[in-house]
């Protein structure tokens, strides 16, 4: 479930997205995703978000008859993954669970995405975002540390640290 994550592998750094371009593929960071969850024994479905009919023909194509992948791929792969766990990259799949029980109203994956916009894409435009979604409240320092965000992440994220992280890039 959620091979893309959210759609956050969907969208990777440059340089991440150039090393899958380096294998000359058709195929879309999204693709490989889906492909790497396919590539182990035992899988016999994959379930996958898409917001586009272009995604539903590429997941279509993809899954129809997948492909091993190949040792260059894995490889490809390998040095993806190295490059997100350099950028600090946050496995946040927005999915708002933790926003539901949040006393504060905080919309955490709001809040996560312009942090990963600005540690990983490098957007000077992110503490804009930041503003915008925290214009009538619920900005990072208003967490009371309740815990009840971390409760509810299927991904069980450390989501009170990672709010005060945010609070540092841009409360400060």
Do not use: W
């Not at 593929?25 to 999204?30: F, G, H, K, L, R």
């Not at 994959?46 to 260059?72: A, C, F, H, W, Y």
């Not at 539901?100 to 709001?110: A, K, M, T």
């Amino acid at each position: 479930m959620e091979p893309v994550k959210g759609g956050t592998l969907a969208r990777l750094p440059e340089r991440a997205a150039k090393i899958f371009a380096e294998l000359g593929t058709e195929t879309s960071p999204a693709g490989y995703a889906l492909r790497f969850a396919a590539n182990f024994e035992g899988v016999f479905m994959i379930l996958s978000g898409m917001s586009d009919l272009n995604m539903l023909r590429e997941n279509v194509k993809l899954m129809s008859e997948p492909e091993r992948l190949t040792d260059r791929e894995l490889e490809a792969i390998a040095r993806v993954r190295d490059v997100l766990s350099k950028t600090g990259d946050i496995s946040c799949t927005a999915c708002g669970y933790c926003v539901e029980g949040c006393p504060s109203r905080i919309q955490i994956p709001d809040l996560l995405a312009c942090m990963r916009a600005k540690k990983v894409f490098l957007d000077e435009n992110a503490a804009e975002g930041y503003d915008a979604y925290t214009a009538n409240g619920g900005r990072a320092k208003d967490c009371i540390g309740c815990g009840a965000c971390e409760n509810a992440c299927p991904q069980h994220l450390e989501i009170r640290k990672l709010l005060k992280e945010v609070s540092s890039l841009f409360e400060n």
